[in-house]
């Protein structure tokens, strides 16, 4: 197969039935990629073999026309030296070369064209690799997305069962009344704790009552002692005070009857 029937296959290629009917999409494009890029090393080759064959037959045409005119050039030299024969000899050989040089110019002219069609068959190539990486890429994300579309499709296919969702709703269900369990005790603790408090409060106040009480009975009983003592100790004196007075009275009462017995 030719350079271009090559190029044709590659270039007008479905690449999305090649997709699909491949087991491995991103693989064959790569693949496709990789076919490309050694098509178009090949296809500089060639090009490159045509440039140097059109520069080549350039280079003779242009070889032929100077040799050409060196052939004139020395036919007039002769006709100067009166050599009719030389210079004859010499426009023979001017002609040969000028005949020469036009086929050279032909051939060319013609390797010149092909060169140029080469040469724009390469640019062309190498934009359809460019646009086919481009491509490359598109074509994967799409087909990631398909494959992703399709594992959802299957997932949800499988789905239809509602046992799973069924178990789900029970899960829910059974953790919902595990969180109010766990609230109402929480709720409980609190309550008892509070009627805990409550109790210790009375029986703090009960206390404090009872020390109160105390401490009052206490008082009195203390006021009682010291009424007691201070009464205890006012007796002892007016006793005395009237044991003195009487004292006082009988001491009187002898010194009357002294002064009533004394004689006159």
């Known amino acids: 197969m030719g350079f271009f029937s090559r190029l044709k296959v590659l270039l007008t290629s479905n690449?999305?039935?090649m997709i699909s009917n491949a087991e491995d999409p991103e693989k064959m494009l790569n693949q496709i990629l990789e076919d490309m890029r050694d098509q178009f090393t090949n296809a500089k080759k060639e090009v490159a073999l045509s440039i140097a064959d059109e520069k080549r037959l350039k280079k003779q045409y242009e070889d032929s026309r100077k040799k050409a005119e060196n052939w004139n050039k020395k036919a007039m030299f002769a006709v100067k030296a009166g050599d009719d024969v030389l210079a004859k000899q010499a426009l023979v050989r001017k002609t040969?070369?000028?005949e020469l040089a036009a086929e050279y110019k032909e051939q060319w002219i013609s390797q010149k064209a092909v060169a140029e069609n080469l040469k724009e068959a390469l640019r062309t190539l190498n934009?359809?690799?460019?646009?086919?990486?481009?491509?490359?890429n598109l074509l994967i994300a799409?087909?990631?997305r398909a494959e992703a579309q399709k594992s959802i499709q299957k997932t949800m296919s499988s789905l239809t069962d509602t046992g799973a969702f069924d178990t789900y709703a029970r899960m829910e269900d059974r953790i919902e009344q595990m969180s109010a369990e766990a609230e109402a005790s929480i709720e409980l603790s609190a309550a008892m704790n509070e009627a805990d408090n409550l109790e210790t409060e009375f029986n703090k106040l009960e206390k404090e009552r009872s020390a109160d009480l105390m401490l009052e009975e206490l008082k009195a009983e203390m006021?009682?002692?010291?009424?007691?003592?201070?009464?205890?100790?006012?007796?002892?004196?007016?006793?005395?005070?009237?044991?003195?007075?009487d004292a006082e009275l009988e001491k009187m009462k002898e010194?009357?009857?002294?002064?009533v017995e004394e004689p006159v």
């Open 142 to 144: 799409k087909k990631k």
């Open 255 to 259: 010194k009357l009857r002294d002064k």
């Open 127 to 136: 934009r359809k690799i460019e646009e086919a990486k481009r491509k490359k």
């Open 223 to 245: 006021k009682q002692k010291e009424t007691s003592q201070t009464a205890s100790q006012e007796k002892p004196a007016a006793v005395k005070e009237e044991l003195d007075l």
């Open 15 to 17: 690449i999305n039935d």
């Open 96 to 98: 040969e070369e000028m």
